[in-house]
């Protein structure tokens, strides 16, 4: 690989500034790991984050990492596993010495194992398991019992907690008492007699009060409390949200049972965000750079499967005015720009609603006066480009008939496109389905079959 | 709008489930509004937290709104304001009474008045310093000097600091004896006799650790230092990566000047999302559901402008094949099918890749590898397609010649495709524009082109 990281231009790419993870850092670690200088190899790795490393690990290939991680052996530490994408973390742990594998994992917090092992296939998760120690393994195998993608599967289970009626005094003689308090946490959690969560004390708020305040009087204002079962989008939309910093996470009962921290809902809202985006585009959420050629090209193949059957439906739409064509071809000339447009002001439409539908911003409430909206802008646009297109329709093929013909098409069309834009996801979202998954295959048929029709039926009734 | 919110079936919206701001809720305050119920009002607002009541408000009529806030008057919070997108916020600080935006404003920290002040216009600007006590208008007008989107912008200046020598006894005493710690700080940050940070302790930590213990040992492991002119994406980016919950920000003399919050990076990486997503379709990146028509029209205008100007070359290339088409109508019918094939598959590289830029998967070190990858992609996908489209071909028009020709153009235009979807958006990063925003005209143009000039000029070739 190292001939490949030669034969771009010589300037650092911009976005690279300040991170520690440059092209030339690659290029000395590859060397290292060219010449097996096993201590040059730790020295230029040390000053690097595990997610730098992760990020290492990713951008290099095959042979690469598995030479890599071979040389660097006993210092890979566990938290490089929780940062890998999952393909490479799969073949990453298949490499590891099994005994490198198990000091690796021994270090990691629970939740972070429950992260690793979750994806993985049974011998893999097996093998994780057994390294750890046997409080440890309990805590992660009842994680586990939590449904995937829940706010059981992503809270801690260590927490700090203090009876309601303490004052500050109180918990902070309890606190300078323990020995163990867990590695992150931001407040005390006060609960009642049946353990359940009534308010949140920072530990700003305890050092800065009075020995004699009672804890429940310096609570914070806002208080969310997150029931383990619910979805981990829902539990990163109330972080962004409220901007909590940690929440409770309690049981069926209402009981605390865990607790979950922001750096952790912000990893999932990045999770969320990413899917989001790739689901738009037709490619399946799990899309990684790395993904290897097999990989990618069954992520992408379904969408452009689904594509096929849209765009043979549109030509079926076209076959139908064969003789038209065949009289004046300036309609074959014309047609793709009004299936184009429309599918573009359709595409418009169904991003911001599939955007406002995940950050619950379209509603029941303004439903309707959306899509009065969306159809008024559709109008707007498309009075103008029919304009547009009128004239050049006229300048073109010198026919005013023409011009007019695809003028009204571009009108219909771009009307149809916000109308099925707004429509379309809102009514994916009543059925269940993700708006963002399949609200791009049924507008662009809308708008290729709409458009064509639209195009070509007018041309018959007014040109022939 | 109360009618409207009837139109709607009968059942909740699934995604409004355990959040406070249902359809019934809205309806309830309309109702009251209506009525002109100011304590019915602010009963029914009181358990709302200031961003639904900014949601609330994004979601009702400007003649609503407007009511609402007259009426509910004194009880306004200036947190309202600051979740408030920006167009409403400009109407919504118009309609406020000046006394109450005084008080509103008033109750904010320096740093949410910075980012409400920065997007509103000089009148509006100059009311709200107006309304600030002298100290805090030096505090807002100094983080006003650094660029807009700077990590300047984004910190606040209150910060807990204590020089590297001294032990956990000594920062407990001097925290235990602070008057005014600031609202939120979850680190105390170490810094050296020139002000310069050096590491943070957690207040965890600090409460966890023995009286004598020094501060230097107990740090955290990953320490990330944040220069103040630093773009907030970088800053958002750092946050995510590193899993920091809080970083210094220092002057360009490397001297401590403030400290950002995880919170506020996760507010940036949000809203860094919706722009990649809402640029990826081509909308402006300040869309949002609650725009008025006007704004929604220009917002879209720009894209399908561009998109009319390239359907437009398009169109120029299948005017050069007009008799071709006249022999065989069958063309006309097939040709869109290589175009919009081509055109998804560009879409879906381009965004892989746009992410992967994004999140700085994607440098120097495995560029040629990606871009080798892709075309092998899009050759595997493309023949699976074109043997499908071949079939398609044959039974529907009868002819294996116009079978293989659309095989053989689905299978150049897929990987071209690819490679477009690729390439484009690193060239454009390359000549610093947001690959984000262009690159989906100009991978659309090429596949267009491609996929017509290949049909038709391989059909002129093969067939006639």
């Not at 867990?182 to 004390?201: A, K």
């Not at 069309?413 to 993700?434: M, S, W």
């Not at 998954?437 to 195009?455: H, K, P």
Request: aromatic fraction near 6%; hydrophobic fraction near 50%.
């Amino acid at each position: 690989m190292s001939d490949d990281t030669e034969v771009l231009a010589p300037e650092e790419p911009r976005e690279d500034d300040g991170y520690a993870l440059d092209r030339k850092a690659v290029a000395r670690i590859l060397y290292a790991v060219d010449i097996e200088d096993r201590e040059q190899l730790i020295a230029l790795m040390d000053p690097l984050h595990p997610a730098d490393i992760a990020d290492l690990l990713e951008q290099v290939n095959a042979f690469d990492r598995m030479r890599l991680i071979r040389l660097y052996d006993r210092e890979f530490d566990g938290e490089i596993l929780s940062e890998l994408d999952e393909t490479i973390r799969e073949e990453v742990i298949g490499v590891l010495r099994p005994q490198v594998l198990a000091d690796a994992v021994r270090d990691l917090e629970s939740d972070d194992v429950v992260d690793l092992v979750e994806d993985l296939d049974a011998p893999q998760q097996e093998a994780i398991l057994d390294a750890l120690e046997d409080s440890d393994r309990v805590a992660v195998e009842q994680s586990l019992t939590y449904p995937e993608y829940s706010a059981g599967r992503l809270m801690q289970r260590e927490v700090v907690m203090a009876p309601e009626h303490w004052n500050v005094g109180e918990a902070i003689d309890f606190l300078r008492n323990s020995d163990n308090l867990p590695e992150q946490f931001y407040h005390v959690i006060l609960v009642d007699p049946r353990l359940r969560p009534v308010g949140n004390v920072t530990l700003g708020k305890l050092m800065g009060s009075r020995r004699e305040v009672l804890l429940k009087s310096i609570t914070e204002e806002t208080f969310h409390v997150i029931p383990a079962a619910q979805d981990e989008g829902e539990v990163a939309y109330a972080f962004n949200q409220y901007h909590l910093i940690s929440a409770p996470v309690v049981d069926e009962n209402e009981r605390l049972v865990g607790m979950i921290t922001i750096d952790d809902a912000m990893v999932v809202l990045d999770e969320e965000h990413e899917e989001d985006i790739l689901r738009l585009a037709g490619v399946d959420e799990e899309s990684r750079i790395s993904d290897r050629v097999i990989d990618t090209t069954k992520r992408r193949f379904p969408w452009l499967a689904v594509n096929l059957v849209t765009a043979v439906l549109a030509s079926m739409v076209i076959a139908q005015f064969e003789a038209a064509i065949t009289q004046i071809v300036a309609l074959a000339v014309l047609m793709p720009i009004v299936a184009s447009m429309g599918g573009n002001a359709g595409t418009q439409s169904l991003t911001v609603a599939v955007r406002a539908l995940a950050t619950k911003d379209l509603t029941g409430s303004n439903l309707w006066r959306v899509i009065r909206r969306e159809v008024l802008v559709g109008a707007v646009n498309g009075a103008i480009f029919a304009v547009i297109m009128g004239i050049v329709g006229l300048i073109w093929f010198g026919s005013a008939q023409l011009g007019g013909v695809i003028a009204a098409a571009m009108v219909i069309n771009l009307v149809v496109a916000g109308l099925a834009g707004i429509v379309i996801p809102v009514l994916l979202e009543k059925a269940g389905v993700d708006p963002a998954l399949a609200s791009g295959a049924f507008v662009t048929t809308v708008t290729d079959v709409v458009g064509f029709f639209a195009f070509l039926g007018l041309a018959v009734t007014v040109l022939l």
